[in-house]
C-alpha cells in the first residue's frame, strides 16, 4: 500500500527557518516526483514546488522561489521541503504527494501543520 | 501568472447530478486532475488525466473536457459527496502546477 507519512507539527518564530518530512513506502521511490501543497486554513491548496526524485531536479513555484529548499534521501526513500524566514502567512498545513506510474499528486500525506508566531 | 476558474459553489439535490467547471488557457493542452477534500482531510484524487476514473472511486464521479473547460460530474450525489474539490493542472510549460480556487459541494 502506498504510503506518505510526514513529520509532526512544529511551531516556529518569524524569521527562522522549518523543515518537514515526507517518508514513503509502498512504491519505488527513485521512479517517483515528489510535490508540497500546502493550505492556510479556510483557504485553496497552493502549489509549493517538486522533486524529480531520481535526479534531484527541482522546480519552485515563483512566489515561493527565494525561501523554499525541497531535498530527497534516497536511502529513507524521504522528501524534506525547507521554508525558510517565516513570516505569519506561512502558518498552513503542508502536504506532500506523490507523482507516480500514471498519475499526478496520488496518494497524499496526512498533512503538517506549521505555526508561525512570535 | 497561470490560473484556474472554478465556481465558489455548487447545490443540488440530494440523488440529482452535480457538474463542477474549472477553466484555464491551457487546458486544450495540459490533462487536468480533481481531488476530493472533506473538512479537516487531505484531499482525494477522484480523477486523473481528465476523464480517468482511480480504483476505489465511485463509478458516480467522471470527468470530462471540451477546449478550455474540465468537468466534474457526480452523478446520483450522495450525502457523503458534500465536499471542497479542486482541479489541478499544469501550465503550458509543464513545469508549474496550479490548483483552481476550490468549489464546496453542498448537497440538499
Known amino acids: 500500500q502506498m504510503q506518505l507519512l510526514q513529520s509532526g507539527p512544529e511551531v516556529k518564530k518569524p524569521g527562522t527557518s522549518v523543515k518537514v518530512s515526507c517518508k514513503t513506502s509502498g512504491f519505488t521511490f527513485a521512479s517517483s516526483s515528489i510535490q508540497w501543497v500546502r493550505q492556510a486554513r479556510g483557504q485553496r491548496l497552493e502549489w509549493i514546488g517538486w522533486i524529480v526524485v531520481d535526479s534531484g531536479d527541482t522546480n519552485y513555484a515563483q512566489k515561493f522561489q527565494e525561501r523554499v529548499t525541497i531535498t530527497r534521501d534516497m536511502s529513507t526513500s524521504t522528501a524534506y521541503m525547507e521554508l525558510s524566514s517565516l513570516r505569519s502567512e506561512d502558518t498552513a498545513v503542508y502536504y506532500c504527494a506523490a507523482d507516480q506510474g500514471h498519475t499526478k499528486f496520488d496518494p497524499w500525506g496526512q498533512g503538517t501543520l506549521v505555526t508561525v508566531s512570535s | 501568472s497561470y490560473e484556474l476558474t472554478q465556481p465558489p459553489s455548487v447545490s443540488v439535490s440530494l440523488g440529482q447530478m452535480a457538474r463542477i467547471t474549472c477553466s484555464g488557457e491551457?487546458?486544450?493542452?495540459?490533462?487536468a486532475y480533481w481531488y476530493q477534500q472533506k473538512a479537516g482531510q487531505f484531499p482525494i484524487q477522484v480523477i486523473y488525466k481528465d476523464s480517468e476514473r482511480p480504483s476505489g472511486i465511485p463509478e458516480r464521479f467522471s470527468g470530462s473536457s471540451t477546449g478550455t473547460i474540465v468537468t466534474l460530474t457526480i452523478s446520483g450525489v450522495q450525502a457523503e459527496d458534500e465536499a471542497d474539490y479542486y482541479c489541478?493542472?499544469?501550465?503550458?510549460?509543464?513545469?508549474?502546477?496550479?490548483f483552481g480556487g476550490g468549489t464546496k459541494l453542498t448537497v440538499l
Open positions: 491551457a487546458l486544450p493542452k495540459k490533462y
Open positions: 489541478l493542472s499544469a501550465d503550458s510549460t509543464g513545469s508549474y502546477w496550479v
